[in-house]
Each structure stands twice: as C-alpha cells, then as structure tokens.
C-alpha cells in the first residue's frame, strides 16, 4: 500500500511552478482546516500565504505583476490546494478566475492590478439585479445576490444586471435578447448578508449580498463580449467566463478525489475489521477496488487536462475552439464529477467509521463533494448539451 499512497500523492514532481507553491502550502492548509469550517471561512494565516504565493493573481497577465498562468496549470494548482481543503480550493478557484477575468477584460485592470496592493475581485456571475444607463457609467441596484464565495477577502465583488430604461421597462437588442451588464463595485458599498449554513464546503464564505443603489462608472464594467455565444468560447486568444469557470470546477473535483484516495489507503493500512482474513488494505477485495477507482480518477484527470489543454491552445494560437472541443470541455468537467461521486463513495464505503468522526479529513472531503457536485457547471443537462457535436465528430470519422 505505500506504493501506491506514494503513486497517488507525487502529482507535483516536475510541475509548474504555481503547482509546487500550492503543494508547499499544503501543511498549512490542512492544519487549518478545522478552524476554518468552525469560523465558516478560510483562515486569515491561509489566505496571508495564498497572497504571498501569488496565487490569488497565478492567472492575471505578468505586465500586472501576475503570473499569467494559463488554464491547465490553474487546474492542477486548484487540485493540489483543494486536496489539502476543499473550501480553500473552492475560494482559491474563485477569487482567481474573477482576477483573471478583470485583468483581461476590465478596462480598469491597470487601477486594481497595476500596484504593489492588487485587488481580489469575487461576486455572482449570473443577472440578479437591474441597471440604468447613466453618463459616464450605469446605476445599479439588487436585494440580494446570492453565493458571494471568498466574500470576507475579496476587494470587489460583481453584480450583473438586466437592464432597464427610466420607466422600469427591460432593455432588449435587435434581436430581442435582453440587455445585460456585468459590473465590479467596491464591498465597503455592500451589504454583506450571511446565508451560508451548509454541511459542505461550508469554509468558502459563500455569503449573500445585497447591493444598494449605486453608480458604476464604465471602468469597472465588463465588456459586452463578456457574455458570448456558449459555442464560441473565446474572447481573442483566452477561454472565456464560462469555460475558464468550468476548469476551475474541475480541478476542485480532482482535488477532492484525490485526498479521498490518500485518507481511505491510509485508514486501512493496517486495519483489522470483523469478520475479514487479514487487514483490510491486503484484503483482495480492497485492493481490487482501490486499483480500480484509483484508475478513475487518474483517466477523469488525464482526459480533463488534455481537453483543456487543446481547448487552451486552440484559443491561443488560433482564436478559435472548434464546436466539438467546447462540448468536451463541458463533458470533461462534468464526467469528472461523475467519477468522483463514485471514488468518494468508495473511499467513504471502505473508510467506515473514520469518515465520520470529528474532525475528520475524509469526512469533510465527503461533505465538500457532496455540495461541489451540485453546482450549475455540473448539472446532468451538461451532458446533454454537449451530445450534439460530440456525436457529429463520430460520425464523421
């Protein structure tokens, strides 16, 4: 058993640099762990060593001082922080795709990036609330937007926004889709709310927020191409929100997967359990299953960096992803979801009562998981969806 508990934890030997550092930060993180479920949030001493390493800004562009990271090596990064916790991956994930995403697209990326204190932009993706054009800008307000992960560090968050016109009547284009925008605001002009009682994940801050009226000047607004066609995903050479969003989901899933096969090889090394001929890590049976989702998880793990990886490259040096590739990329993401709920399963089935005493490592694993998969990125249509052009590429072959 302690070759393969060496196979499964040595992912990082020859890995990226931003790779290495999350790995390095693994002591911390998993030490901490337990204070951050019990305050609902990642640590301050956690998020200090997350600054410091860069990894808040791994994917802003180097000109800001960021390590312009591209997509795969954010995957594995956001792997290897979320084996150590899976609410600090979920955070870490977050945090730095809203900093990859302002410094790319944000006409003020140079304000909130550009100096020696840079910005931790978060917030809700989706349109909660409602705008009106102004001078200069757009006024925005909303009741409640809901899922702010990463809420108590972040320096912004973001409000998107159908828009209306004076009399309160939705704004629509030509071709009768509504007006949406997406707007960064300061959090000292928010009201943070609460509403994160979960029994998974519950470390990320995942707070509720309501947004006052308020003025956002066109700096601080996304781009219209921001919101684009889900089968051209792409803004210039870059993955845009929705497919850079669901590398990051990915990357908690393996992680997870991954710190579950670590702690089930662990408690059973040695194990003595009713009823079984030998300790439960040389039982047959055991072995047999370990080898088998252990092959799960690292072809969910292949198939998902080698997609994003081509999906990537195509953006780069190209500026364009084909139909069939922007559909595996939902199929990647969300199959390795799929596997994990099965490697999870496996390691709570065999960790027994370990998975369940507190504190525990696998527990909290097995709970993160079971919030992780029921996020939007992952729901069963994806797979649907992403059918169409998966079947074409089959059938012309």
Request: aromatic content about 8%; some cysteine; hydrophobic content about 45%.
């Amino acid at each position: 058993m302690t070759d393969i508990l060496e196979s499964v934890g040595a992912r990082v030997a020859g890995a990226g640099a931003h790779v290495a550092r999350a790995a390095a930060l693994g002591p911390l993180i998993e030490a901490e762990a337990d204070e951050a479920e019990r305050t609902a949030d990642v640590t301050p001493n956690v998020v200090e060593a997350l600054k410091d390493a860069n990894l808040f800004w791994m994917m802003v562009s180097e000109r800001f001082g960021g390590g312009g990271v591209r997509i795969p090596e954010f995957i594995e990064v956001i792997e290897e922080v979320a084996r150590a916790d899976g609410s600090t991956g979920w955070v870490l994930m977050i945090l730095a795709l809203g900093n990859r995403n302002a410094s790319l697209f944000l006409p003020a990326a140079e304000e909130l990036y550009g100096g020696p204190e840079k910005a931790i932009l978060g917030g809700f993706s989706f349109p909660i609330g409602t705008g009106r054009f102004a001078d200069g800008g757009i006024i925005v307000s909303a009741p409640r937007v809901p899922f702010a992960s990463g809420s108590t560090y972040a320096t912004h968050l973001s409000l998107a926004v159908h828009m209306v016109d004076e009399g309160g009547e939705p704004l629509r284009t030509d071709d009768g889709a509504p007006v949406v925008r997406t707007a960064y605001l300061p959090k000292e002009g928010l009201r943070i709310l609460g509403g994160w009682d979960v029994t998974g994940l519950v470390a990320t801050g995942s707070r509720d927020y309501e947004v006052p009226e308020q003025f956002a000047p066109d700096r601080m607004l996304m781009p219209n191409v921001f919101w684009v066609d889900p089968d051209a995903p792409i803004i210039g050479e870059h993955l845009d929100r929705s497919a850079s969003g669901g590398a990051g989901h990915a990357g908690v899933a393996l992680g997870l997967m991954k710190r579950a096969l670590q702690e089930v090889a662990r408690i059973t090394t040695g194990k003595r359990r009713q009823g079984y001929p030998t300790t439960v890590d040389e039982y047959p049976l055991f072995r047999g299953e370990f080898a088998r989702h252990e092959a799960m998880y690292q072809s969910a793990r292949r198939y998902v960096l080698d997609v994003y990886s081509e999906a990537d490259e195509a953006a780069r040096t190209r500026g364009e992803v084909s139909a069939e590739l922007t559909a595996r990329m939902r199929q990647a993401t969300t199959y390795a979801h799929e596997v994990g709920q099965a490697v999870v399963g496996f390691a709570d089935l065999w960790g027994s009562t370990q998975a369940y005493k507190q504190p525990s490592a696998l527990g909290r694993c097995i709970r993160d998981f079971a919030v992780a998969k029921n996020h939007l990125y992952v729901a069963p249509i994806s797979q649907v969806d992403a059918a169409p052009a998966i079947l074409r590429s089959w059938r012309a072959v």
